[in-house]
């Protein structure tokens, strides 16, 4: 599978009587039902509910069925006191309404969310607080090298999919790496999850499997992962 650009660019603009390649425009930014813009802080409650959607079934595993809610709660606090990383965001806009998001980091970005242990407590318990810690440690991705770009999550809205905006939101990371030199993009998943499939139909591989791995089945409730990658 080519592993450059999934498909033609959709836009391409040349600057007259300047030499040089064409410059490509950032896909979701050109015309199109699909729009993709940088996190803003309207987006805040809609990110919170959609990655419970997403990821139900790790966070039910780590917190518990009860306090899914008042995670979401709690999510969202966090994420408003943490506009360090909002920068890594990246939110679909479908026909005006958010519909999707991805989350890229690079090489050396190193900034921490506002994570509270005292607010969590009080929302979440002691012992949801421990799962979501746990949680949150076996998800930590820290060792991205020079040159490489992590996609920490991707998620769409069930009321948008089957529209292509996953799509969408994968060649706008490319297009967020190759921006900052990068070569190689990477992202773990479930070895059972069907996204599996769109992430090789978008040029990934896998390179590297974890199986039977006791820390991810007792922190994330499944033992056996993937590493992805793809050259850029």
């Known amino acids: 599978m080519d592993s450059g650009y999934p498909g033609p660019p959709s836009a391409v603009t040349f600057q007259p009587g300047i030499p040089g390649p064409p410059v490509y425009a950032a896909p979701g930014s050109e015309g199109g039902p699909v729009q993709i813009r940088k996190m803003e802080a309207q987006d805040v409650d ?6 419970v959607e997403a990821f139900r079934g790790k966070l039910v595993h780590a917190v518990g069925e009860s306090r899914i809610e008042a ?12 506009q360090r990383i909002w920068h890594r965001y990246y939110i679909a806009m479908y026909e ?22 005292g607010d969590s407590c009080s929302r979440l318990g002691c012992r949801g ?55 190689t993009m990477f992202l773990w998943v479930k070895q059972s999850n069907r996204a599996v499939h769109l992430y090789e139909r978008q040029g990934y591989a896998i390179v590297e499997r974890v199986n039977d791995s006791w820390f991810m089945q007792c922190a994330v409730g499944n033992a056996d992962w993937y590493k992805m990658q793809k050259t850029l």
Do not use: W
């Open 46 to 51: 809609f990110l919170s509910r959609m990655l």
């Open 71 to 82: 995670f979401t709660q709690q999510n969202s606090a966090t994420l408003s006191r943490s």
């Open 96 to 117: 005006g309404r958010p519909a999707g998001a991805v989350v890229i980091k690079f090489h050396g970005d190193t900034v921490e969310e506002d994570f509270q242990y």
């Open 129 to 183: 607080t421990c799962g979501l810690v746990c949680l949150g440690c076996a998800l930590h991705e820290d060792s991205i090298r020079s040159k490489e770009c992590y996609i920490d999550h991707i998620g769409v809205d069930a009321h948008y999919r089957g529209k292509g905006i996953g799509k969408v939101l994968m060649e706008r990371a490319d297009f967020e790496a190759r921006q900052r030199g990068c070569t």
